[in-house]
């Protein structure tokens, strides 16, 4: 069973500050992917990682996909307080690429 | 908007009774999936339709739990003899291929009493 785990499960911070969250397994995916969600709405997709050690950028987030295509990280530089929410990582096997979710990473960052 | 919906978006129930959820995936889009979220969980794979073809349900999915795509297009999902531990967010999501993108509906919520 492919599982992610996400660190940490709560993060509070404040304005300006950096942060780094983590997406990690022990399985390797063919794809990696990061998305957002709001209080009672459906998860957004910020991006996709497919290759090992690929990195891209999205205005000030930062992801990185580890070498092996075990693990992940979303990198936040100078927080604002719109980018408060909850942070899910999943990851995409071969063929059927149903997504294994994280339990999600839960953002605030205070005025 | 041509995104993914769901509806209704709320749902409440009593226990015993029988649910109904729909998703209209994005147009064109071939897969179609069902995911479920409970509070302060990610999302977890209930089943996928490839077309009209369910190709691999999960094994949260119980025998009360029935999912249908029978054009193609919308699917639903039925919930007999609703739970309390039925209450979550019921997700859907489509992609045009396999390993495309999975784009999320709203979601419904569901609240057995």
């Known amino acids: 069973t492919q599982l992610l785990e996400q660190s940490p499960q709560f993060l509070s911070i404040q304005e300006g500050e950096n942060l780094t969250v983590y997406c990690n397994s022990s399985s390797v995916f063919s794809s990696l992917q990061w998305y957002r969600q709001e209080p009672g709405e459906g998860p957004v997709l910020l991006v996709t990682?497919?290759?090992?050690?690929e990195v891209k950028k999205l205005k000030r987030l930062t992801f990185q996909f580890g070498d092996a295509r075990k693990d992940s990280s979303l990198h936040i530089t100078a927080a604002q307080p719109g980018d408060t929410g909850l942070y899910l990582c999943a990851g995409g096997g071969q063929g059927a690429q149903k997504l294994v979710f994280g339990q999600g990473t839960r953002l605030t960052i205070n005025p | 908007d041509t995104g993914v919906s769901q509806n209704p978006r709320h749902k409440i129930t009593k226990r015993g009774q029988n649910v109904t959820f729909r998703c209209d995936p994005i147009s064109e889009h071939n897969r179609l999936y069902w995911y479920r979220q409970t509070l302060g969980q990610g999302p977890e794979f209930l089943t996928y339709?490839?077309?009209?073809?369910?190709?691999?349900k999960s094994r949260l999915l119980s025998d009360r739990f029935s999912a249908e795509r029978p054009k193609g297009s919308f699917s639903t999902l039925e919930i007999q003899r609703t739970e309390q531990g039925d209450s979550a967010m019921y997700l859907c999501?489509?992609?045009?291929?396999?390993?495309?993108?999975?784009?999320f509906g709203p979601g419904t919520r569901l609240t057995v009493l």
């Open positions: 999501a489509s992609s045009l291929n396999p390993r495309d993108t999975q784009y």
């Open positions: 339709f490839q077309n009209e073809a369910q190709l691999e």
């Open positions: 990682v497919v290759t090992g050690g």
